[in-house]
C-alpha cells in the first residue's frame, strides 16, 4: 500500500467517529469553555471541522505563511454546519491526497508567520504532526468538553461507557 493511500485509509476510518462527535455538538452550549484560557466549544469544534484543509495544503504547497494568508471564519450555526464544514474539508484533504505522489512526501514543508518558523520537515511529517495528530489531539479536546457537559459520548475506538 502507498504512504499517501495509508493517509487515506486513516482519515476515511477516524471521519465515523469525528461526524458522531460533532453530531453531538450541542448548540445552545456554543459559548461554553471549561477555563478562562479556553476555546469557547464551538471554537473548538470548528477548529476541528476544518484541520483537515491543513493536510490540502501541505500536500499542495512549500509553505504556509500565516503572515501572508488570512482565513475566512465560515459561518457554523448548528452542529449540522460542523458536521457539513467536516465532510468537505476531509473530501478536500483525501483529494489532494489523491492527487499527490508517494516521493512528493519527502519534499519541505514550512508553517511560519512571517520570520517565526513553527515547523520545517518533510510533507509526510507535516500532514502526521500539524495536520493528524493535531487533530486527533483537539477530538480528544471536545470528548472532555462533552462529557463535562454530561453529554453522551459517541465510542471511537470501540464502545465508549456511555454505550455500554
Known sequence: MSATHALIKEIEQESASTIKMLERVPTDKFDWKPHEKSMTLK???????????????????????????????????????????????????????????????NLNWIMRSGEQVFFNAPKAVAVRTVALNHFYHHRGQLSVYLRLLNIPLPGVYGPSADEY
Not at 484541520?51 to 504547497?61: E, G, H, S
Open 43 to 105: 471554537q473548538l469544534a470548528t477548529h476541528i471541522a476544518e484541520l483537515p484543509i491543513t493536510i490540502k495544503i501541505a500536500a499542495t504547497t512549500d509553505y504556509l505563511d500565516f503572515a501572508e494568508k488570512s482565513f475566512s471564519k465560515p459561518e457554523i450555526n448548528s452542529a449540522q454546519d460542523l458536521v457539513n464544514l467536516y465532510q468537505q474539508s476531509t473530501a478536500t484533504a483525501i483529494s489532494a491526497l489523491k492527487a499527490l505522489k508517494d516521493e512528493d512526501l
